[in-house]
């Protein structure tokens, strides 16, 4: 029970400063965390000579480095770092957009069937021997085509509430894991099996330049789109009547959020393969740092995943003999983190009560 009038203004004064500290600290620590990332390896560069390299490019720095260190630097590490960077921003941002969206705090991208269908579109892509360039255009195609799906099944009846949309977002993302898992079992199991699982279980280990540029146009076009409605997504989070009231049109809105979020979840799955738990456990951590409050929530959200799946990256290439998948490192790192949030989250509640 509060027991002075004084408790919120302090408590908002507190949420005040930590969204202050998060907006001045976070994009800092990115910056870190990726010069680290790229320092950190079987074959360490000095933190300096990263640096060093880095800005030579910039600058017409003399070489204080060797080629072997500007090669691994730039040609090897640089392009992981860039696209772990990108696929952490993309699928925490979108997760923070399902949860505003369908006002429900575990929802993440996977329940939209977005994922599964990019799955489905590159194992295809794999079993039929197309090459990666339609590997990539499968993940992407299938995964709209997923979105479609769904809202075609959700207007089943005219109107098309949320929860309907989660349930035919379900039922959508379960028959393309029910066709993945079909052509796993068709798959070569000494060739095309193999290239299947691995590209299912994530990883960024073939990351390049042109991954790079796949996977971040729809992201970063997506994620500009998001900030510039971050307003509109705090009404739509209140519900669809007092969305009305203020005079947003939650379907238009709602349909134009969830187009972006299956487009940046379908490029990020198309480069890395399915990556869980990421949009479901940065939103959280971010909205116990700022607060809900979504014009601040969204761009904290975006630094914390490019920064959490970079160091979670750097950790499956550096802490066993052989790369752990990602998709697996995120999982057993994200479940233990969600379920401390929900206690935590849990506790405050009853402190509030």
């Known amino acids: 029970m509060r027991t002075s009038v004084g408790e919120p203004a302090t408590a908002a004064d507190a949420t005040g400063s930590r969204r202050s500290w998060a907006l001045v600290v ?104 197309l090459g990666y360039a339609a590997l990539v255009t499968g993940a992407f195609a299938f995964g709209l085509l997923a979105l479609v799906a769904v809202y075609l099944v959700s207007r089943v009846g005219g109107t098309a509430p949320p929860l309907m949309i989660v349930l035919s977002g379900i039922v ?46 729809p992201a970063v076009a997506g994620v500009v789109l998001i900030l510039a409605l971050r307003w509109r997504i705090n009404v739509l989070s209140l519900g669809d009547e007092d969305a009305a009231t203020l005079g947003l049109r939650p379907g238009p809105t709602r349909w134009l959020l969830l187009t972006t ?16 738990w990421v949009g479901l456990v940065v939103p959280h951590l971010a909205r116990l740092w700022v607060g809900p409050d979504h014009r601040v929530l969204l761009p904290v959200t975006v630094l914390i995943g490019a920064a959490y799946l970079t160091v979670i990256d750097t950790l499956t290439r550096t802490i066993g003999a052989a790369e752990i998948p990602l998709g697996v490192l995120t999982a057993v ?3 233990p983190v969600f379920l401390l949030l929900l206690r935590r989250s849990r506790r405050r509640m009853w402190a509030d009560a």
């Open 26 to 129: 976070l994009p800092v620590g990115v910056v870190v965390v990726a010069v680290a990332a790229l320092a950190v390896g079987r074959y360490t560069v000095p933190f300096d000579r990263v640096l060093a390299i880095l800005l030579g490019q910039l600058l017409p720095l003399p070489p204080t480095w060797t080629g072997t260190e500007a090669t691994t630097v730039l040609q090897v590490r640089l392009p992981r770092v860039l696209l772990s960077m990108v696929v952490g921003a993309g699928l925490a941002v979108c997760g923070a957009v399902l949860q505003a969206v369908f006002r429900n705090p575990i929802v993440s991208p996977q329940i939209l069937g977005v994922s599964s269908g990019a799955s489905f579109g590159g194992a295809l892509a794999i079993i039929l021997g």
């Open 172 to 217: 959508v993302g379960a028959f393309f894991t029910a066709l993945v898992s079909l052509l796993t079992y068709l798959a070569d199991p000494y060739d095309e099996l193999q290239s299947i699982v691995f590209w299912l279980l994530g990883s960024l280990a073939t990351a390049t330049y042109a991954k790079v540029a796949v996977a971040g146009v």
């Open 261 to 276: 979020v299956a487009a940046v979840v379908a490029g990020a799955v198309a480069v890395s393969g399915v990556i869980g």
């Open 333 to 335: 790192i994200g479940a």
